[in-house]
């Protein structure tokens, strides 16, 4: 079964950068689909996530894995 999961984030955000490097390792080892979102799509994501991206969201859970967070967190997050 395939786990959907969102990274929200924006462009030019460095930290967002680094958080995709630090997922990229778990989309070869897992069924893990990841959609890159940028916040400022969305008024509401910009207000709930603005001061806080990147977010990593389980889409199944509604769960939230805020930055910084190292790969094996992201692995315990999606497992656990």
Do not use: N
Not at 12 to 24: N, R
Not at 30 to 42: A, G, M, S
Not at 43 to 71: C, K, M, Q, S
């Amino acid at each position: 079964m395939m786990l959907e999961c969102r990274l929200y984030s924006t462009l030019g955000c460095h930290l967002c950068e680094e958080a995709e490097k630090v997922l990229q390792p778990l989309l070869t080892v897992l069924p893990l689909q990841i959609e890159w979102v940028d916040i400022v799509e969305r008024e509401d994501w910009v207000e709930r996530y603005g001061v806080h991206i990147p977010v990593f969201a389980r889409l199944d859970t509604g769960a939230e894995l805020f930055w910084p967070f190292t790969t094996q967190q992201a692995w315990e997050f999606c497992t656990g």
